[in-house]
């Protein structure tokens, strides 16, 4: 897909991860939607239009159904279709899981994968309608190998990937592409209270020695959406974390 005039949204996207992958869609001549659940700041509007293209902000939460109705609804009316996804928003709630309630693991299981399934489901149709889309969904290798502490957010995020690859089956009968993305250790607000000795620890065990960046995640998200010819996959950018 040339990108070039698309247009583009992307849940939690006002900050990290989410902001990035936004700029760097804008950088490539999309049309760009933000979101976040009550403001999204004026300096990252400011960034994605200084691309020269458009950009909206829509705000929701995407744990709460009515709101994910209203966020595509007000999407379409200020932009037209929607020709690609990026379901970024995400929580943690981490604890030792005999310590763990069910509020807690609820809690995430009903943003992370809920809401990605919620917002899936409602942009599917209209690009199933229009036979054409990309759905890309940020999962993680915890999702892929677990982690201790973080039994809701690996539950959360191994659901995303079997969303994902449902998707994917569905959507290619309408030329509909889903594929996932599972970042490792990102410099990010979810990494940035760790300790340095916990960081040091942790990038120790990475091939390339290191925390990967938001920049690092916002590519693979371009190569996918460019590339028509993968659908259904996970691609892992973790520096060799799981390898």
């Known amino acids: 897909m040339n990108l070039t005039g698309k247009n583009v949204f992307v849940s939690g996207s006002s900050r990290g991860i989410g902001a990035q992958i936004a700029l760097e869609f804008a950088k490539k001549g ?17 960034d994605i239009k200084a691309q020269g293209v458009t950009c909206e902000v829509v705000l929701g939460d995407i744990s709460n159904e009515a709101d994910v109705l209203k966020m595509v609804k007000e999407a379409t009316e200020k932009m037209g279709n929607i020709d690609v996804l990026v379901n970024n928003a995400g929580i943690t709630a981490d604890k030792l899981l005999i310590g763990m309630d069910e509020a807690s693991f609820e ?3 009903n943003v992370n994968l809920t809401g990605t399934f919620r917002m899936t489901k409602a942009f599917l149709k209209k690009m199933c309608k229009k036979r054409q889309g990309v759905i890309i969904n940020i999962s993680s290798v915890v999702g892929l190998h677990g982690n201790a502490g973080q039994a809701n957010y690996a539950a959360s995020k191994a659901g995303i990937i079997g969303l994902t ?32 000795k916990v960081k040091d620890s942790i990038s120790e065990k990475i091939l390339l020695k290191r925390f990967g960046t938001p920049e690092e995640i916002a590519h693979a998200a371009i190569f996918l959406a460019e590339n028509d010819y993968i659908t259904g996959q996970v691609l892992t950018v973790d520096g060799g974390l799981s390898f």
């Open 165 to 196: 690859k449902t998707t994917a089956k569905e959507g290619a009968l309408r030329n509909v592409r889903c594929n996932a993305i599972a970042p490792g250790m990102i410099a990010s607000d979810m990494t940035k209270e760790l300790s340095a």
């Open 107 to 109: 809690q995430v299981i």
């Open 30 to 46: 999309a049309n760009v939607v933000l979101n976040g659940r009550t403001k999204v700041s004026e300096e990252l509007i400011a």
